[in-house]
């Protein structure tokens, strides 16, 4: 039987997350998470039936917990649990079906409880945060990261180190550089994933690999909370609501009130559309609506608990328009019959202030360093959301004389972080 690990890197992602291991003395592997599958989504289904018994209430974890959404299994489903850290509601509990509550610190600390078993249950770690885990605010910020370390802590952690995301996608791109037998170069790696756009400038190079101080090869990090959950907002708002009746005027000139139109289109807060105060609030509010199909349809949302469905659909039209062309959206869940166009013209009006500032915050970033545009040798792209072509383009277009390099989207920062925890951890040989 082969010897627990003694330490991990875990990237523990919006929307994914990956693990990695010692394999040898002088290398790492990533975790195979679900059956041939070296990433996991960062997401848990809590069954309203069933047990409890040593692990807790009865779960499913990634892709299984997706699948019995989709299956139709009484319960709740829950992701993006990363956007809770930092904010009150790490404290509180939530309903999750079946009569039942979790408090959102358990349930982080469920899903790290998994990743840790997966990978044979060290006691050391080194996770991946976020430049910024909250914007703007050092206290949130601090607070976030010490919430998450009471949460790996708590489920056997017992040593855990931080280390900046982009900065792990640096160290994967440096030892794809060497491999090519590039010399020093300063690369800017865009990390841009399901909450957070992120980015750093590090100066790489077969001088400096072995090096576990690289704070003087760290030139500037910056980031933005604004990423892939937002564009799936952005497109459920645009491209969907509108025939739910967001932003609809009713037969006296009023807006429909477009609170509960946000809620549903963010997945921590759909669940609060479900309260039987605000279902029969709105099931009262007919006369606000010119077009009774609206409402008829935001009722059918509301009554059966199809919020997240929604939002699933918005998110593979985000995918599905990536490539710059034009989609449908099946909603025949909703209503019979109803399929709803998107454009990519509609996307990018959408998501247009998005991209704008997040592509500003990597010229931000080059001017934190100290540089110019044309000091730049490389940009590295990874991150689920790099799949979006329009961004990478957008961002690609103000640094022309850079190589652009797109790295493995779902693994390069965990393969970045598993170099990290080895020289970290690794006793000298």
């Known amino acids: 039987m082969n010897a627990a690990p003694a330490f991990c890197a875990i990237d523990f992602g919006t ?25 996991m989504p960062t997401a848990v289904f809590y069954f309203a039936e069933g047990r409890h018994d040593a692990d807790g209430p009865p779960r499913a974890f990634g892709r299984a917990a997706v699948a019995a959404y989709i299956e139709g299994h009484d319960g709740r489903l829950m992701r993006s649990m990363k956007s809770i850290l930092g904010s009150p509601l790490i404290d509180q509990t939530t309903d999750v079906g079946g009569g039942r509550g979790a408090k959102y610190s358990d349930i982080v600390s469920g899903y790290l409880k998994r990743l840790r078993r997966l990978a044979g249950e060290p006691t050391r770690a080194v996770l991946g945060r976020p430049v910024f885990f909250v914007d703007g605010e050092p206290e949130r910020d601090a607070t976030a990261q010490a919430q998450l370390e009471a949460c790996a ?156 469905e929604l939002a699933a659909r918005a998110e593979g039209a985000k995918i599905a328009i990536s490539g710059g062309a034009d989609t449908t959206v099946d909603l025949s869940h909703v209503e019979l019959g109803l399929v709803l166009p998107l454009s990519e013209k509609t996307a990018v009006d959408a998501l247009r202030a998005d991209l704008d500032r997040i592509i500003s915050t990597a010229h931000e970033t080059v001017a934190l360093a100290g540089l110019k545009v044309e000091q730049i040798d490389a940009l590295y792209f990874t991150g689920g959301s790099t799949g979006l072509r329009l961004l990478v383009d957008g961002m690609a277009a103000g640094f022309p004389g850079a190589a ?21 951890f690794a006793p000298a040989h």
């Open 153 to 308: 802590r708590a489920v056997g952690f017992h040593e855990v180190h931080f280390q900046y995301e982009p900065i792990a996608a640096a160290f994967d791109f440096e030892q794809q550089a060497i491999r090519e037998g590039k010399g020093e170069q300063i690369v800017l790696v865009a990390d841009i994933g399901g909450g957070t756009s992120d980015f750093s400038i590090v100066r790489v190079g077969p001088e400096r690999v072995q090096r576990l101080a690289r704070r003087d090869d760290i030139l500037a990090s910056h980031g933005v909370h604004i990423a892939g959950t937002d564009f799936d907002r952005h497109i459920e708002l645009a491209g969907l609501l509108q025939e739910f009746g967001y932003r609809a005027t009713g037969p006296t000139g009023r807006e429909v009130p477009s609170g509960i139109y946000f809620d549903l289109a963010t997945w921590h807060l759909i669940n609060t559309c479900y309260s039987p105060l605000r279902v029969a609030e709105w099931r009262g509010m007919k006369s606000w609506f010119n077009d009774v199909r609206q409402h008829a349809r935001l009722m059918t949302v509301l009554e059966d608990r199809l919020g997240h």
């Open 404 to 424: 652009r390099v797109t790295g493995d989207r779902f693994a390069s920062v965990a393969t970045g972080l598993g170099l990290h925890a080895q020289r970290l």
């Open 15 to 39: 929307s994914n997350s990956a693990v990695a291991v010692p394999d040898t003395a002088s290398a790492m592997r990533l975790v195979e998470l679900e059956p041939g599958q070296r990433t």
